[in-house]
């Protein structure tokens, strides 16, 4: 056990597991970003937002010309669904699942498109060998297993040769890690993972041979108005413009514009990453220092630095849901129950929108919340 004293008060700065729920001191809303609220996305004021999200997106996170990016509907399920429904069925598919959203686009291609995909599984905390993977198929991934904790080391396991494409399910990986963009034809994620933004808009990246696929294939079954990426038989190039496919939140978007402005000035890319990694050895630190925790992805090499699952040793459901519930009330630490289909623990995001010192005082909570519910 750590000798760290119990706390008896509220700690002067509350650790928020989802990140900043408000904008940080000294931030006033530019005229700019007050005029673009409450006028229609179609009108020029508010293309030339949109343009800017998806431009600070591409400088933050180093996407090649190569890439086109969109802003699509549904948040990142709307983006991997939207991919998989227009470009699968070319090929066979693999299937690669260590965690729940990975399963579900498992149910959804097998089940709802009938593709009779070659699954690959790993329990909750692994990920599966990766050198069973054929890249004579497309393979639909998840990098980095939100609810399980788990990760692919890197890019190195995807063929450079593949006849495939790749579908990345990157929602809580993008702007944590260094993305190979060579590697990656299809990628999606959503705003309100690792920039802590609103919910509700995903965005797509589409590399050349995405792009390829679209324009030779046309899939079996009908497609949702939401999922056309193509239009009179072209690549609908508005998409990747700022003119999204349905109705956006103005507020959404200048709320994420200014989270990209935050990114920039905190080191861009490698800034973020050194701030997620910091706050994830911040919290080894306080596992490694306590017998009754554990990590739920024991191998460091592939273990999330942004949804970092723990262990709770004797730990059911109902103590987890008390756990989580005693430090909630305390205003301590927000959300941090495992998701419901994980096995029973906690679940601490260290994206890069959490500051190392709120994880580092997050410690004495733990202790004092086991201390208290433990038998």
């Given amino acids: 056990m750590t000798s760290t004293p119990m706390p008896t008060r509220k700690p002067a700065r509350p650790y928020f597991s989802s990140g900043p729920c408000a904008k940080p001191p000294g931030w006033e809303a530019s005229k700019l970003q007050t005029e673009c609220l409450g006028r229609s996305h179609r009108a020029k004021i508010g293309k030339s ?14 996407v090649p010309d190569t890439h086109r990016i969109g802003i699509v509907p549904g948040s990142d399920t709307g983006a991997i669904e939207m991919a998989m429904w227009t470009m699968l069925g070319a090929r066979p598919v693999t299937m690669m699942a260590w965690e729940s959203f ?7 291609v097998n089940k709802q498109l009938k593709l009779n995909a070659t699954v690959i599984n790993a329990p909750y905390g692994e990920i599966p060998d990766l ?20 990760r692919v080391p890197n890019g190195d396991w995807i ?6 494409l790749t579908f990345n399910d990157a929602t809580s990986a993008v702007f944590a890690y260094d993305m190979p963009w060579d590697k990656l034809d299809v990628t999606t ?35 949702p108005k939401i999922f056309r990426l193509m239009s ?12 999204t496919i349905n109705t956006p939140s103005m507020l959404a978007v200048e709320d994420v514009i200014f989270a990209l402005e935050w990114a920039k000035s905190v080191g861009g890319l490698h800034g973020l990453i050194a701030r997620s990694n910091a706050n994830a050895a911040a919290l080894d630190a306080i596992v490694e220092s306590r017998s009754w925790l554990g990590h739920l992805a024991q191998d460091a090499a592939t273990r999330s630095t942004t949804s970092v699952c723990l262990t709770v040793e004797g730990a059911d459901a109902d103590f987890i849901k008390k756990f989580a519930g005693l430090l909630e009330a305390e205003h301590a630490a927000y959300d941090i129950a495992g998701y419901r289909d994980a ?16 994880i580092e005082a997050l410690g004495p909570w733990l202790d004092w919340a086991y201390e208290t519910l433990k038998p």
């Fill in 49 to 62: 937002r949109l343009q800017l999200a998806i431009d600070l997106m591409r400088e933050v996170l180093q």
């Fill in 102 to 108: 990975g399963e579900g686009w498992v149910t959804d």
């Fill in 131 to 150: 050198t069973q993977v054929d890249f004579s198929n497309d393979v639909v991934f998840t990098w980095n297993g939100t609810t399980s904790g788990a």
């Fill in 159 to 164: 063929s450079d040769t593949r006849e495939g």
């Fill in 189 to 223: 994620f959503s705003w309100q993972k690792v920039l802590g933004g609103e919910g509700a808009h995903g965005v797509i990246i589409l590399g050349p041979r995405a792009v390829e696929r679209l324009e030779n294939y046309t899939p079996a079954w009908p497609l």
């Fill in 232 to 243: 009179k038989g072209a690549l609908a190039e508005g998409i990747f413009k700022g003119e």
């Fill in 343 to 358: 096995p029973a623990g906690l679940r601490i995001w260290c994206g890069a929108t959490v500051d190392t010192a709120d």
